[in-house]
């Protein structure tokens, strides 16, 4: 008994002197990145961008006042070989452990996204500590350090700026998608699929928006905004796509929550608005003669929201007539959507794997030129299903004719 | 034997934690790609089969571990040497074990922290299970199997309720045939997890109702391979083909997709409450049959006395057992499956009831 | 009635001792031989022991019709209630006229008859006998000429009254408490469970105190095995004094080295009461109001005596904040240390952004943050529970600044460490059993060391190891953690749910193991049959 206590006792002891806290990490040593911009230097270098959060001036954790004199973030840059080695240098200058465990957006330089984005993140994705649920963004037109630069008014940290605004577009106006970087490398390892990545770009004066002065104005000197959404082919950026064109896409990828159409009506432009609530994509590959073709189908419901012109909307006729137009409306700009990625032949719908799916002893065969050779001539029936539920809070337009 | 006696459904709870053990945290069967539910279902299918060997042996000896009555079959000196073996199949495996289990939490929570640490820590805890001894173990389990399964369904609710979720992860079935499936099945399914049910004929004798043992046995085993293969499923709906083979833990990252209303996320703790639990019992109870049965071959009467020097051995070893992570993996998956999974799960229970068979018909006793 | 077979069954274990080991003990001056038939030496022995005792009042007096014999009654002041003894026994000898030529049995005889107003009269012949009767309040009467003396029960004197109980409030409930009188405390519990199967065993424990233990139990319903567990082991005592339960409790209980109570101590009559109809063995000490139950299981101590009179919803609910709270209880400090110096990963962005500049200007590591905050709430509660309530106010002042504003405005802690140690100071006071809050504080400060050293491995592998622990722990045979580990079915009712009262069919399958049924089965009340012309209207 005497012997196994005295074991026993060793071994607690042993392991208390041999623990001395390796893997720990104290707060206040902690550099938390909450951003990671990737550029390209002339010699052809990563250029690293971290936004670094400053816990203290972030409003809301100003505990002990001082707050509001700092910028909630500052950024460090270095170059480097890899990402790997990139962050590694960073801290030659920076005062504390670089910590990726918040890192929520990845924003990604126009130029390296033209280059290609191979081995960009399998750093991240090893990583322990980096979270691929991290949103990903292309800086469009500008560098990825100049969009992490902007100071923004109402949220501090202008990743979250971004991500909030990622997140509530998607929902609300669906021409942009809330992407992670999770998805972008299933898509880029997938051969039946290429990636689609939201843009953001800065309006305004990039070099004006670094100062704290940005955000003690009402109208910023300098704004991040979403802009389009980049297609990527092969991991290259390959072509940016806008307004209802990029709404096809996020249609076909089934990622559309809520959003606004307009379509025209006795003769008027933009004359009906169409809120949609809820909305479900489905595609299927079908075979006509060994050759895969893809439909898709689009359902929606929801409202009217807007009204320009003279309709009867108590009228049921009347609210057919409107659904066959919003059919055929959604209809053209899914198809538009379709014929312009098509037309850089790249498969960002994952016709690919609908295709995989219905029939993976045809896609063995295809799969290698799917992108280039099949895509391309795709035939594709787009159908739309449109319901108007409900006409808001009034059944006629105030203006008679 | 100590005098200690577990009932039907403490073995039932033993067995299906056992059986979830590391299984559910490690990459099973993820060569089968979107087919792994299926290679974990003809697993089970198969070690059913293999675990009615072992239920028929202990039909024949409702009294003896499995050390025991492999002494009476094939005679003393064969039978001592062959126990010799298992006990330390057992043991190696408790090892090999708790170096994944080490390896899985230094890779993704303590990179910084040495291998040897975390291991002590486990194994302490494990002897002090294994030196409280298997009514103990029991009743833990019973209270940790409630809370796994209460972690498990709202690890699924979340899951499911994130929506990254996507059925056709799973088509198309059977995208390379029978083969690939088979050769998972041959490969890995069948031997981890259900042919360690092995370890269980160490522990039959211990429970107070035998008629029903195999009932229960059987039962845990084919609740635990649904668990497993609804698990698999899920991170394979979840995370895709490609994403699934590709992790070295598949449940984490499905795990880490979790994100639901910006509060329930970051979820990283489940995985290791669940790696933890599991762990433990599988170590524990190749550990306690390791003890028990070196007891019994050596005629100790309290396993107690033999608790710590061996559970400092099976740290040791699992120190020592590969330099890499890579080196241990591929230990496990090529040389400890043919050279030690496939005859000692297989093949000596199959001989060993061939040839209890062919005693009782021919020899006047097998006693 | 009752009271006589206590009587008996006390002198039966008298009996039992006196013959079995040196009772006495330090106490061996008692002279062994028997008394004298002088009155006069008598008395001098009574002196001489009692070191004139000032509170030992002998009072001589004269029997017969010439009083000519000489005769006292010796008792204790204080002990006794002396309206008692001048009217009940002083008055009647005085009154009768004594027959000098009776034999001695018949001379006992005759007192006793004369004595039939009061209870308990008793022959005594050894002076062991006549110091524990005269020191448990009893009047002794001495005659001269006569070898032996009579004792007449008087107990009588201050108790504390009947008051409500400090440490186990219910809103609703019976308000009494228990007192430090065992006799007032049994009969507490005879009110309550009117069945003469309701068995009471008296000893006296301590060889200097001569303190009356009492063991309870229901005859029929109780596990015999555990009855005779608890007596063997109060038997196995041998101990100077007892002074409280606890003393009992820490000899009688199944493994000391663990921080989780293996017995249940009360100061409700209802709470025992019901654990009696369980199956379970109360054990009364003279002296306080805390009254020891065995066996004890874990649950047990989440179960606060209103979830039986509340119904059965709302007692299901309380029952888990309960274990929630005590889950806090124990993990809550260790769960920041944790995450603050660990797995920050864990902590939503916004939130670990807050707490990090929350850190930015404290001095400290978190664990040495968090160590200093839980040891001064431990001071401060120490220092309410033990101070005079005048100064209790001021304690309060004070803490108030050292776990609160002042203490984060100086930059010595996080104010989210102030919460941390606040919510867990709550969840502590609101266990329900304080025996178990006070595991869970020592519990507590080992599972911040394992966080400190291992994050949340360290917290999991320690929980895993305390439960290990509680599994294997027994109470008198029962295992602690039934009936959730092994798992009861039919007595799951009542662990983590308090299912519906008609449910509760059974009792509690390990404690007792003859008597299960509890309750018929079919008592779901239901609203009564719709009659005839009901049913014809809704048809």
């Known amino acids: 008994m005497k012997r196994r206590i005295a074991i026993f006792v060793l071994l607690v002891v042993c392991t208390g002197m041999l623990a001395g806290c390796w893997s720990k990490k104290e707060l206040t040593d902690l550099a938390f990145i909450i951003a990671v911009g990737l550029d390209k230097t002339k010699d052809g270098k990563y250029l690293a961008s971290f936004q670094v959060v400053n816990p203290g001036n972030v409003a809301g954790a100003t505990q002990r006042g001082g707050g509001a004199a700092g910028v909630p973030v500052s950024i460090y840059a270095s170059t480097g070989d890899s990402l790997v080695e990139a962050s590694r240098k960073a801290s030659q200058k920076l005062s504390r452990l670089p910590y990726y465990a918040h890192t929520n957006l990845v924003v990604i330089g126009e130029e390296v996204a033209r280059e290609g984005l191979d081995g960009v993140f399998d750093a991240l994705e090893r990583n322990n500590q980096f979270r691929t649920t991290a949103r990903l963004v292309i800086a469009h037109g500008h560098s990825a350090q100049d969009v992490l630069t902007v100071l923004t008014p109402v949220d501090k940290i202008s990743a979250n700026q971004i991500i909030k605004t990622l997140e509530f577009s998607e929902m609300a106006w669906g021409q942009t998608m809330n992407v992670d970087v999770w998805q972008v490398i299933r898509d880029l390892s997938s051969p039946g699929r290429n990636p689609v990545v939201t843009g953001v770009k800065i309006e305004g004066n990039p070099t004006r928006g670094k100062r704290q002065t940005n955000v003690q104005s009402s109208v910023p000197d300098a704004r991040v905004s979403l802009d389009g959404l980049a297609l990527f082919k092969n991991g290259r950026l390959v072509k940016w796509v806008n307004g209802p064109t990029a709404r096809g896409v996020v249609w076909v990828l089934d990622r559309i929550k809520q959003t606004n159409v307009t379509i025209p009506w006795n003769g008027k432009q933009e004359a009906i608005g169409f809120r949609t609530v809820r909305a479900k994509t489905d595609v299927e590959a079908e075979f006509k003669g060994g050759r895969p073709s893809i439909s898709v189908h689009i359902g929606a419901e929801g409202d009217i929201s807007e009204v320009l012109t003279m309709v009867h909307l108590n009228d049921p006729a009347v609210l057919l007539r409107l659904e066959k137009e919003l059919d055929r409306h959604i209809e053209n700009e899914v198809k538009q959507a379709i014929v312009s990625a098509q037309r850089v032949r790249t498969d960002v719908f994952g016709f690919g794997d609908a295709v995989h799916r219905a029939a993976p002893r045809l896609w063995k065969k295809i799969q290698n030129e799917w992108h280039d050779r099949y895509f391309p001539e795709l035939d594709v029936t787009v159908t739309a299903d449109i319901y108007i539920r409900r006409t808001g809070l009034r059944n006629k337009p105030y203006m008679e004719k | ?367 | 009635m009752l009271f006589q077979w206590g009587m008996r069954q006390q002198k039966k274990r008298m009996d039992v001792k006196q013959e079995g080991s040196d009772y006495s003990g330090e106490a061996s001056d008692v002279p062994q031989e028997p008394l004298s038939a002088e009155l006069a030496v008598n008395i001098d022995i009574i002196r001489q022991k009692t070191g004139e005792s000032s509170d030992v009042i002998i009072r001589r007096f004269a029997l017969g019709q010439k009083w000519q014999i000489k005769a006292a009654i010796i008792f204790v002041d204080g002990l006794v209630d002396e309206k008692n003894v001048y009217e009940f026994v002083l008055t009647p000898l005085l009154q009768a006229s004594f027959p000098l030529a009776l034999e001695e049995k018949e001379r006992f005889q005759w007192i006793e008859k004369k004595l039939a107003a009061v209870g308990g009269v008793k022959h005594i012949s050894d002076w062991g006998k006549l110091f524990f009767e005269l020191f448990s309040g009893a009047t002794v009467m001495l005659i001269d000429g006569t070898p032996f003396a009579v004792s007449a029960s008087t107990k009588g004197g201050e108790y504390r009254s009947i008051e409500e109980p400090q440490t186990q409030i219910a809103v609703r409930g019976p308000r009494e408490g228990f007192t430090e009188s065992l006799r007032a405390n049994t009969a507490m519990i005879r009110r309550r469970i009117r069945n003469p199967n309701l068995w009471l065993e008296t000893m006296q424990i301590g060889t200097v105190t001569q303190t009356d233990v009492a063991i309870m139990y229901i005859k029929g319903i109780v596990n015999d095995g555990i009855v005779k567990e608890v007596r063997e082991r109060l038997r196995r005592i041998d101990i100077d004094s007892v002074l409280e339960s606890g003393y009992i409790e820490q000899l009688i209980e199944d493994q000391t080295f663990t921080t989780f109570p293996t017995t249940y101590h009360t100061e409700r009559p209802d709470i025992v009461a019901a654990n009696l109809l369980e199956g379970r063995v109360a054990v009364f000490v003279e002296g306080t109001p805390f009254v020891l139950l065995a066996p004890a299981v874990f649950i047990q101590f989440f179960q606060a005596v209103e979830d039986y009179y509340a119904r059965f919803d709302i007692a299901t609910a309380l029952r888990f904040l309960r274990v929630l709270i005590f889950f806090i209880s124990l993990v809550a400090p260790a769960i920041y240390i944790a995450a603050t110096t660990f797995h920050q990963e864990m902590i939503p962005t916004q939130l670990v952004i807050a707490i990090a500049a929350q850190r930015e200007a404290v001095p400290f590591p978190g664990f040495v943050e968090a160590l200093v905050m839980e040891v001064t709430f431990e001071i401060l509660r120490e220092a309410g529970v033990r101070l005079p309530r005048a100064v209790g106010q001021a304690v309060s002042i004070v803490g108030a600044l050292v776990i609160g504003q002042a203490a984060v405005e100086a930059g010595f802690v996080s104010s989210a460490m102030v919460i941390v140690v606040s919510i867990t100071a709550i969840a502590s006071f609101a266990t329900p059993s304080f025996a178990i809050a006070i595991s869970a504080r020592l519990i507590r400060f080992g599972l911040m060391f394992l966080a400190a050293m291992f994050g949340f491995y360290g917290i999991m592998m320690g929980i895993l190891a305390m439960i290990l622990h509680l599994c294997s722990l027994r109470s008198f045979g029962v295992p602690y953690m039934s009936p959730l580990a092994p798992f009861i079915p039919s007595n799951a009712g009542d662990t983590l749910f308090r299912v519906p009262t008609w449910m509760f069919r059974e009792r509690p399958r390990l404690i007792n193991q003859k008597n299960i049924v509890r309750q018929s089965g079919d008592q779901k009340p239901e609203p009564p049959a719709p009659s005839r012309q009901e049913k014809g209207d809704g048809a």
């Open chain 2, 1 to 367: 034997m100590e005098p200690i006696q577990i009932n039907i459904r403490q073995l039932f709870v033993l067995i299906v934690l056992f059986e979830h053990g590391s299984a559910i945290v490690i990459p099973l069967g993820v060569s089968a790609k979107q087919d792994v539910w299926i290679a974990i279902l003809l697993g089970l299918a198969l070690g059913l089969l293999v675990f009615s060997v072992y239920g028929r042996l202990f039909r024949c000896y409702p009294d003896q571990p499995l050390v025991g009555y492999i002494q009476h079959i094939v005679g003393a000196p064969l039978g001592k040497l062959l126990g010799i073996v298992y006990v330390t199949y057992f043991l190696y495996i408790a090892a090999r074990v708790l170096r994944d289990f080490g390896e899985l939490l230094l890779t993704f929570a303590y990179p910084e922290t040495p291998l040897f640490v975390l291991n002590a820590i486990m194994a302490l805890v494990v002897m002090y299970g294994a030196y409280k001894g298997l009514e103990v173990l029991a009743r833990t389990g019973e209270l940790f199997l409630a809370m796994l399964y209460v972690m498990a369904l709202a690890g699924f609710v979340l899951v499911f309720v994130s929506g990254v979720m996507d059925l056709s992860q799973l088509e198309p079935v059977l995208e390379e045939g029978w083969g690939r499936v088979w050769k998972t099945v041959f490969t890995e399914t069948l031997y981890v997890p259900f042919g360690e049910m092995i370890v269980f004929t160490m522990l039959f004798p211990y429970v107070n109702n035998p008629a029903k043992v195999s009932r229960a046995a059987v039962i845990g085993m084919a609740l635990t391979g649904l668990n497993l293969a609804v698990i698999a499923a899920i991170n394979m709906i979840v995370l895709g083909p490609d994403g699934a083979s590709r992790s070295s833990f598949p449940l984490l990252d499905t795990i880490r997709r979790i994100q639901v209303a910006h509060f329930f996320e970051r979820l990283d703790v489940l995985f290791m409450i669940a790696l933890i639990i599991g762990g433990f019992f599988k170590i524990s109870i190749f550990f306690y049959a390791g003890v028990v049965g070196a007891a019994h071959l050596f005629g100790i009467s309290k396993h107690q006395r033999i608790v710590y020097p061996l559970g400092l051995l099976v740290l040791l070893l699992s120190i020592a057992i590969a330099s890499n992570y890579a080196e241990h993996i591929y230990e496990g998956l090529k040389i400890v499956t043919f050279y030690l999974h496939i005859p000692l799960q297989i093949i000596i229970p199959v001989l060993l009831l061939v040839i209890a068979a062919i005693r009782r018909r021919f020899g006047p006793s097998t006693k």
